[in-house]
């Protein structure tokens, strides 16, 4: 029997979710940092708070192990603390155990 033919992303599922969030966040984002592109989305959305607690980053990432990457690439990370890995797909929302390790929130 073939294998099922895989579901394109729902790109406009993706979008309205991030539209949410950066209605919600999007005038406390760090302004040295890009925010993610609505035409350029991966399904994971990386959201971080900086250490102060007054700015956001966000960033989108195809899988949490390239979100723990990009999270640990970063310069001075210690300046920021994820708040969760949010799936743009399904809604599913992680937290961090630690910079490498997710459970759902």
Same mark, same amino acid.
């Given at each position: 029997?073939?294998?099922?033919?895989?579901?394109?992303?729902?790109? /406009?599922?993706?979008?309205? @979710?991030?539209?949410?969030?950066?209605?919600?966040?999007?005038?406390? =984002?760090?302004? *040295?940092?890009?925010?993610?592109?609505?035409?350029e989305l991966?399904?994971?959305? =990386?959201?971080?708070?900086?250490?102060?607690?007054h700015q956001?980053?966000?960033?989108?990432?195809?899988?949490?192990?390239?979100?723990?990457?990009?999270?640990?690439?970063?310069?001075?990370?210690? *300046?920021?603390?994820? /708040?969760?890995?949010?799936n743009l797909?399904?809604?599913? @929302?992680?937290?961090? /155990?630690?910079?490498? @390790?997710?459970?759902?929130?």
């Amino acid at each position: 029997m073939p294998a099922p033919p895989c579901r394109p992303p729902d790109v /406009v599922t993706r979008r309205r @979710r991030l539209r949410d969030w950066l209605d919600r966040h999007g005038d406390q =984002l760090d302004p *040295d940092h890009e925010p993610p592109s609505m035409f350029e989305l991966a399904p994971w959305l =990386l959201v971080q708070r900086n250490v102060w607690g007054h700015q956001y980053r966000a960033s989108t990432h195809a899988t949490p192990a390239q979100a723990a990457v990009a999270y640990q690439a970063q310069q001075y990370p210690e *300046d920021w603390r994820i /708040v969760e890995l949010l799936n743009l797909d399904t809604g599913r @929302r992680l937290t961090a /155990v630690d910079a490498i @390790r997710w459970r759902v929130a």
